[in-house]
Structures are given as C-alpha cells and as structure tokens.
C-alpha cells in the first residue's frame, strides 16, 4: 500500500507541477511582451526622442502612442494628421518596430542562459516478458545552472518505481541524487569571456534603438517630403488650369479682333495652339498628380482607389516661413554630428564588439584547465524511495586538461577576428567621412535652397509684370501675339519654379536638422528642434 501510494502521489505531483508550469500561448505572449518592453524601456536613452510609438501592432499602445485620426473621405488630411497616419500603419515602419522587437526578445535568451534552467520529465511503461509483467514510472527533476565566472553546475534527482504484477508480487523503489560541477581556471575562466553572448546581445539591442530612432526621424522627414510633393503636384495642376483659362480668354478675344479684320490670322492660329498646349499640360498635370497620390496612398496603409485629399492650406502656410541661412556654422554643425549621430555612435561601438571578439579569440588559443567535482547518492532499498544514503555516496574532485596541440580551426578564428577589427576601423572612419560629407552637402543644399527660392520669388513677380505689361502693349499695338503667348509660359514656368523652390527648401532645412541629429520626434509624429544650447 506504501509503495502504492507513493506512485499515486508522485504521479499526482508531476500532474500538478506539470500544470502549473505550462502556460497558455496567450500567456507565453503575453510574458514575452512584458520582458521585451521592460527591456527596451530600460535601454532607451535620455536624448532619443519621446518613449512613443515603438510598440508593435498586437502588442497594447502606450498611452503617448500617437491617436489614428478618423478617416473621412469628405475630409482634407492635414500635414499632422497624414504623418499620425503614416506612424500608426506604414507597413515600412511596423517592420521597423518589429526589428526592434526581435532583438530585445533575443536578448531575453541570452539572460536567461545565466539564470537557472529547471527539468522536469516523467515517464512510465507496462512491460511484459516470458517470467513476469510489470508496470513502471521514473521521474527526473533538477537544474542547470551557468554562472558569470563560467562555473556550471547541474543537479538533479531521479526517481524510479516498478511493480511486478504476476509470480510473487513484488516492488521496488529507489532515488538517485546527482550533483556536478566545473569551474574553468584557464580558457573561459575571465567574466568578460563567459558573458560575450550576453554582452554582444545587451549593445545589439542598443544599437537597435538607436537605428529606430535614427529610422523614426528618417521617416517623418520622407513623409513631410511626399506630403508637400503631393501639394507641389496640386498646385502645378491649378497653374495649368489658370493658364489655360487665360490663354482661353486671350484666345477669345483675338479671335474676335481677327473676325473684325484687326488681328493677322496666323497669330490667331498661334493663340489657339498655345491653348491647346496649355490643355494638354492641364490633362498632363492632372495625371501626373493622381500618380503622386496614389503612391503617398501607400505610404499611409490606404487603399490605391480610397477618396484621398490633401489640405492645400498647408502649403499656403508653408510661404509664411522664414526663408534663411542655416544659423548653425559650418564646423559647429559639424561637430555637433560626429558628436551626436546615432548611427555613427553604432559604428564606433562595433569597434569596441570587434577588440572584444580578438579578446575571445586569443582566450581560445589557450590550454583548458577545468575543476570538476560530481557526487552520486541513491536511496536505501528496497522501497525506501527518497531516503538518500549520504554516507555510502560516490563523491570525486579533479583536473581535466586540454592542451592546446591542435588549434587551426581556433588559430584561424583570431586571425579573422584580427580582420574583423581592421574592417571595423576602416568602416568607423569611412562613416565619420560620410558624416562629414553628408554634413557638408546638406549645408550647401540649404543655402542654396534658400537663395533659389528667393530667386525664384522676385523671376514669379517679374512674370507677373511681365504678362501684365504685355497685355497692355498688345492692346495698344505695340507688341506682338507672340510676347503675349511666352509671358504666359514664363508665368507657368515662374510659378512651378517657385513653389518647388519653397518645398526643396523646406525639405533641404530638415534634411540639414536630421543630419546634425538635433531633429526629434514628437509623440503625435511630427518634428520639433533641440538647439543643444542655441
């Protein structure tokens, strides 16, 4: 009856053990997620952008997560709300999100080899043979354990039952305690050794976020920039539809002037070509805009054929800007960059990965001397399950030894190592010129913005004049149909040229903060400046 109910009760127990520690999917998500953002919670740094807009679709938002906007056909979406659109479901950026994921869930693996990694498994049989049947179950329970040091410990303690069923009933019952170690005193005996994959995977989660965030500013300035493409597209279709109204009305009134006999033919004939030029670049334009728009569409997870509007308000607001200079010179922005580029940061500390793994490649080289120790005590028998003879145990100490006579597999892993570094120093100071090159041209794109647009501004007014005076000539006979028909084409062409003008220089003005890396983003997506003492 004893040995019968101590199968029952350990059975019993495994149930319930076994029940207890298994989770549902739901569950194991769940504590994945939470381990995950703790982590990356952690690991985001003071001067990365607002905590917002990181987690990944199934995962709850947090509540500085930017708000969708409610789609309307009916409504003009604004710069804001386009770029909240583009945050919450741009396919591009929830991968980017996922990345980040992905790598902070890695890491909790490479934790985790450090804590203790419990067993559990049970097992039980009917046998049957010529003399006798039996029925058995066994059961074993313990840990692994790493330590920091690369002291690794295993525990564990098996148990086995079998019960005769036939000839002289009989059982039996015993208990086996196992308990090893090893403790490297040579190779793999220094901490920072032991912990490289730990190490390697705590800096490839902070060079995720950096690439994240560095992607996240990235990606407000793309969107800002199709946004006001889309506009520039809107607004050289209203140009083309005012010159093709004027053109029309000119048309019409020299029409009438030739059928009195007071205009030559073939300058009507000339206005009425231009006219249907300006109506073909209207069609054109019209298409050319629709194409624009639909791949911005896209861009904003919306369906190719939804009703899409832009707010063209946002475009008058972008003539109330100041046009300037950058206010940042040369060198100070330089410096500023190599200072604070998070990708550039990324690149320097792979120089430092690269020095550790040459560390790790030299401890390979080396002879391993190891400390083991192992004891093995089972229980009394026969049925005495659980009562450990401690006494009567088999317990060893020793050295285990290997010398390093063949290492060409890990004489080959330090030379590549040794590439792998000067690789790394090569890409660190190639990037730091990319830098500065970036830099460089970024601030010469923004100056140049900026006296284009100004250029620009003051060749829109002449054409206006232009038109206006030609009009006036032409009525008073002392101008030609001609002069009429090019002033309206410079118009158009002025016009064009001046609200390109206006966006490239908006544009090329983020561009410049982005590349200097005092662009932040707000929770709600958009863009603001820290000027870093300025």
């Known amino acids: 009856m004893l040995g019968r109910f101590t199968v029952k009760s350990f059975f019993w127990l495994g149930l319930v053990l076994g029940t207890a520690g298994g989770c549902s999917p739901e569950q194991h998500k769940q504590d994945a997620d939470k381990e995950v953002y703790q982590i990356i919670d952690e690991k985001w740094q003071d001067h990365f952008p607002s905590r917002a807009n990181y987690t990944i679709s199934d995962v709850p938002p947090s509540p500085n997560d930017v708000q969708i906007p409610e789609y309307r056909p009916d409504h003009a979406i604004t710069l804001t709300e386009a770029v909240a659109l583009a945050t919450a479901q741009n396919r591009t950026y929830q991968t980017q999100k996922e990345n980040l994921y992905l790598q902070a869930l890695n890491l909790t693996l490479a934790r985790h080899e450090f804590n203790p990694q419990f067993f559990g498994i049970l097992g039980g049989s009917y046998n049957r043979n010529a003399a006798d049947e039996s029925v058995s179950a066994d059961s074993r329970f313990g840990f692994n354990q790493l330590l920091a040091e690369g002291t690794s410990i295993s525990v564990s303690i098996a148990n086995d039952w079998m019960r005769f069923l036939t000839g002289d009933p009989r059982q039996s019952l015993g208990s086996l305690l196992t308990a090893s170690f090893a403790q490297p005193l040579l190779r793999g005996s220094r901490r920072e050794i032991v912990q490289e994959n730990l190490t390697q995977a705590e800096r490839d989660t902070l060079y995720e976020l950096r690439s994240f965030n560095r992607f996240r500013k990235t990606f407000v300035v793309g969107m800002i920039n199709d946004y006001y493409s889309v506009l520039e597209a809107l607004d050289q279709v209203e140009n083309a539809k005012n010159n093709y109204q004027r053109l029309s009305i000119a048309y019409e009134q020299l029409k009438m002037l030739g059928e009195a006999g007071r205009q030559k033919s073939f300058e009507v004939d000339q206005a009425e070509q231009s006219k249907l030029s300006a109506w073909d670049n209207y069609v054109s334009t019209q298409e050319s805009y629709k194409q624009v728009l639909d791949q911005f569409k896209i861009k904003l997870a919306l369906p190719t054929d939804a009703e899409v509007v832009l707010d063209p308000n946002e475009m008058r607001a972008l003539e109330r800007q100041d046009i300037s200079d950058p206010n940042y010179p040369l060198e100070e922005a330089m410096e500023l960059a190599l200072q604070e580029r998070l990708d550039l940061a990324n690149n320097r500390d792979q120089v430092a990965d690269a020095e550790r793994k040459v560390m790790v490649a030299e401890d390979n080289l080396a002879a391993a001397l190891d400390l083991v120790g192992s004891a093995h005590v089972d229980s009394t028998p026969p049925s005495r399950m659980g009562r450990m003879r401690f006494h009567e145990g088999d317990y060893s100490l020793g050295l285990d030894m290997d010398l390093p006579l063949e290492r060409k597999a890990e004489r080959n892993a330090y030379r590549t190592a040794l590439i792998t570094l000067s690789r790394q120093q090569r890409a660190y100071e190639l ?3 990319e830098v500065k090159l970036t830099v460089r041209q ?27 005076s030609t009009k006036m000539l032409l009525d008073a006979g002392r ?8 002033s309206e084409r410079a118009l158009l062409d002025a016009q064009n040229a001046r609200t390109a003008a206006l966006v490239t220089y908006t544009i090329a003005k983020l561009r410049f903060f982005l590349n200097i890396e005092i662009l932040q983003v707000r929770p709600d997506g958009m863009w603001s400046i820290e000027n870093y003492g300025k």
């Open 431 to 433: 990037a730091i010129d």
């Open 479 to 486: 101008s030609t149909t001609r002069d009429l028909l090019e």
């Open 442 to 468: 970024s601030y010469r794109d923004l100056r140049e913005a900026a006296s284009r647009h100004k250029i620009q501004q003051l060749s829109l007014d002449l054409a206006l004049k232009r038109v206006e």
